[in-house]
């Protein structure tokens, strides 16, 4: 039995500010540890509940962020940016039988702990048939193509509730409580380890490919902060104005769906200026 763990950062144990994931910061360095804390419980419940493999994708910004001297060495990470699907590349290849979401956060326009959706900023709403969406909705779908359940995510109080409405199976923990955006209520490490370790064993009996969700056509709308970044969204071709500072376009799978939102909030995250967005 495989697990993939696909980890993001701004859902870790003690992190709310953003200099606590901004690479190159005191902080960040910081909050690597408690990251790596939080991945390694993972992969030790899965293992400990009887999972064979654990591969790590790392999800959160440069994608180089977890301490890989610190993991279980029965664990391999896959580290590094430009992958085929981003934050949970390695779902696609047929032997993954259940995928964690650990680390997650809610979506942009949403209460939360460092709410956003791929973009920091600049993004105030995204929808995928017409349901507002988090990372972890978007990521549950690609793997839903792929036949691959979500079988636990972890991140603060809000971010568990949000997971109830696409993979309200899968064991969940709240590793902190949000209080605004920049601030929340946290365990220490040691408790939300053996938390994470508990639900990780347990949602490996979650664990089993079945036959893939096609689901399709899938119509992804984003909302930006400003007009020229809804302008600026409409060069990737399919991509359409869809309102006041919006734009849109359909796909028929979410493979592709998931890609050209990435090549969308890529090309506008280079439209953003230091000062006025």
């Known amino acids: 039995m495989k697990i993939l763990i696909s980890a993001d950062m701004e859902g ?20 690597r540890a408690l990251f790596t804390s939080d991945v390694n419980a993972a992969v030790l419940g899965f293992l400990d509940g009887g999972a064979d493999e654990v591969l790590i994708n790392e999800a959160h910004w440069s994608m180089r962020n ?52 791929y973009l920091a900023n600049s ?37 568990c509730v949000d997971a109830e409405g696409y993979a309200p199976d899968a064991r969940k923990v709240a590793v902190k409580d949000h209080v605004s955006r920049y601030a929340a209520v946290c365990r220490t490490p040691a408790r939300t380890a053996t938390d994470i370790h508990a639900a990780a064993k347990e949602a490996t009996a979650l664990a089993g490919r079945y036959e893939p969700v096609a689901g399709g056509p899938f119509t992804v709308e984003m909302e930006f902060d400003a007009t020229h970044l809804s302008d600026v969204a409409t060069v990737v071709p399919g991509v359409a104005p869809s309102g006041e ?3 849109a376009y359909t796909s028929g799978t979410m493979y592709e769906a998931i890609r050209t ?8 995250s280079a439209a953003v200026e230091e000062q006025y967005g």
């Open 12 to 31: 870790a144990t003690g992190v709310t500010w953003p200099a606590d994931v901004l690479p190159g910061t005191p902080q960040w360095e910081r909050c």
């Open 66 to 117: 977890l301490l890989l001297e610190r993991l279980d060495e029965r664990a391999e990470m896959l580290t590094g940016r430009h992958k085929s699907l981003s934050m949970v590349e390695g779902v696609q290849h047929g032997d993954v039988d259940g995928i964690a979401f650990v680390g997650y956060h809610t979506g942009a326009g949403t209460e939360g702990v460092l709410a956003h959706t």
């Open 123 to 159: 993004l105030t709403g995204v929808w995928l048939n017409g349901t507002r969406a988090s990372e972890g909705l978007l990521n549950a779908r690609v793997a839903a193509e792929y036949g691959v359940p979500v079988v636990l995510v972890t991140g603060d109080d809000l971010t």
């Open 245 to 247: 500072r919006r734009a």
């Open 261 to 268: 939102f990435k090549a969308v909030t890529t090309i506008v």
